[in-house]
């Protein structure tokens, strides 16, 4: 029998819309209608859509004039929805196959207001897929949520980190008595208010792992999707206004302790991904960033920062440690503070005598390390490890081992695992891995490698995963390696603008071809 209404968004999306509202009506005889609001699309948008209407459950909206942003549409199809159930879906993305099938029994059984399931992120075209906020959906990694019901988010504050409206299913009648809309017009990121208005209405919600959402990434769209352009300070503008709307909602409904786990997720989660990349921008984003973010930054509630991660706390004092007048921190301050916004985080040298406080909190595993190389390439490639001791808290451990992981970026496959002893080296330790060059090869397509580490230690089974950092003086460069059967492989050691060290391998022609093409890309890019 129909329950479900599935209210699908558009905006100039002729090309992806028509996979949007058929991944709705495959989802079977449940659903009751597919509302697709076209917010004044000036691209055929509109002739794509006529013939999906042959099908009697696609109903068409057109507004008459555009928004400016997502909430707008989604309220306008909120109020238009017949069934007792909805599910939002954007043009570019597809509802899971069952998604329907997964969610409703659940919401009926029960009797639930909202029932959440997970999402993926898939990175199109490679089609790489990673769970959304797998610390809530994804069970094979520990998720304990799924299964429950909760009366609220009270005793949960990490579901703040889930900010999706798409990967749930409502009961209709509790967002319109609970008047719950997303906010007007041209607002940005207007899922995060969105969702802490949800919280804060005290749902009765339903767990699950089952798959119900896929979130299509497309990094070299023509036009990219918001949470794609923060190249543009106005993009982290409209992210802190969200995030304030996310702390004033929770605030205005008494839930205070959720508000400063609100301000902890922001430091934990938003600001590291802008920090990570702020070597790529112009001065003149940074210093305007730097500005934004200290002053919204330094008014976040004691108890918000404490509740954050010990170097997301470090972030806050660096953030708060110059005045308004004073100027922006120089590149060796602006680094340090990248570095600590890397996964893991990490404290690079030189060490001051004094510890930083904190310090002492944290488990071997959470330890801020710095592990640098320096890369040789030929027929074998030789990574030369030193691991730098952190104010004495390494040296109490006695590190005996590394074991160093190369990880194929965008493939499930097995990492390539090397391990070598540790030799005591001044204020460190050193090592070396070595392995064929030619197992870095992948037939005839680019092959990027991802490298991490991780510290052993003597007499125990703690463990300190690091990311792998290029040693002062280590140079991007590429080479060329002959194999034994007459094939090239082209070798590049590149680091990233945090540091990080990654090999890149083109395997023969077509690999080398593709290298070019990547390299034409980015030129015409500029």
């Keep these: 029998m129909a329950r479900v209404s599935v209210v699908v968004i558009t905006y100039n999306d002729a090309e992806h819309v028509t996979a949007a509202v058929e991944s709705a009506l495959a989802q079977g005889d449940e659903i009751g209608e597919v509302l697709v609001v076209d917010d004044c699309s000036t691209d055929s948008t509109a002739q794509v859509l006529e013939p999906l209407t042959a099908d009697p459950r696609v109903r068409l909206l057109l507004r008459g004039s555009n928004s400016g942003g997502c909430g707008t549409p989604r309220n306008d199809g909120i109020a238009a929805a017949a069934f007792p159930y909805l599910l939002l879906l954007d043009s570019d993305d597809v509802l899971s196959p069952g998604a329907v099938r997964a969610l409703l029994p659940l919401a009926e059984r029960h009797r639930a207001d909202v029932v ?122 409209h992210r802190i206004a969200a995030h304030r709307g996310v702390v004033d909602t929770l605030r205005d409904a008494g839930a205070y302790s959720l508000a400063e786990s609100a301000q902890a997720k922001f430091l934990d989660y938003d600001l590291p991904m802008y920090i990570r990349e702020l070597p790529q921008r112009t001065p003149s984003y940074v210093n305007e960033w730097w500005r934004a973010t200290r002053d919204y930054v330094g008014g976040f509630d004691r108890e918000g920062v404490a509740l954050a991660s010990v170097p997301a706390r470090w972030t806050v004092r660096a953030l708060t440690a110059h005045g308004a007048d004073e100027p922006e921190p120089g590149a060796a301050g602006l680094g340090r503070l990248v570095e600590l916004a890397a996964r893991p985080p990490r404290l690079i040298p030189p060490y001051g005598t004094v510890p930083p ?73 050193t090592g070396d891995v070595r392995l064929n060059t030619a197992d870095l090869g992948r037939g005839g397509r680019l092959a990027i490698w991802q490298i991490r580490a991780e510290i052993r230690y003597a007499g125990t089974d703690q463990r300190t995963p690091v990311e792998v950092r290029a040693a002062d003086g280590q140079e991007a460069k590429r080479g060329a390696v002959v194999r034994p059967t007459g094939q090239v492989l082209l070798v590049q050691t590149h680091i990233t603008p945090g540091r990080a060290l990654i090999l890149r391998v083109a395997d023969g022609v077509q690999g080398a071809r593709r290298v070019a093409r990547g390299r034409l890309r980015r030129m015409l890019g500029r």
């Design 116 to 237: 959440a399931g997970r999402a993926v992120r898939r990175e199109l075209p490679g089609g790489r897929e990673t769970v959304w906020a797998p610390r809530i959906y994804d069970t094979a990694t520990g998720a304990t949520l799924p299964g429950q019901v909760l009366l609220g988010i009270a005793d949960h504050p990490e579901l703040l980190w889930d900010t999706l409206s798409v990967n749930k299913l409502y009961r209709t009648a509790f967002l319109r008595a609970r008047r719950l809309t997303f906010p007007d017009g041209a607002f940005h990121y207007e899922d995060f208010v969105f969702t802490a208005r949800l919280y804060a209405a005290r749902p009765r919600i339903v767990y699950t792992d089952a798959p119900v959402y896929v979130w299509h990434v497309r990094r070299q769209a023509e036009r990219l999707s918001i949470s794609l352009r923060r190249a543009d300070i106005a993009n982290w503008r």
């Design 357 to 429: 406080p904190e310090l002492a909190e944290l488990e071997p595993r959470e330890l801020p390390v710095t592990v640098d190389a320096r890369v040789q390439t030929g027929t074998h490639t030789r990574l030369s490890l030193h691991v730098h001791d952190l104010y004495g808290q390494l040296a109490t451990l006695h590190p005996v081992a590394v074991r160093v992981e190369l990880t194929e970026r965008g493939t499930p496959k097995p990492a390539l695992g090397l391990e070598s002893p540790l030799v005591r080296d001044g204020n460190g330790w």
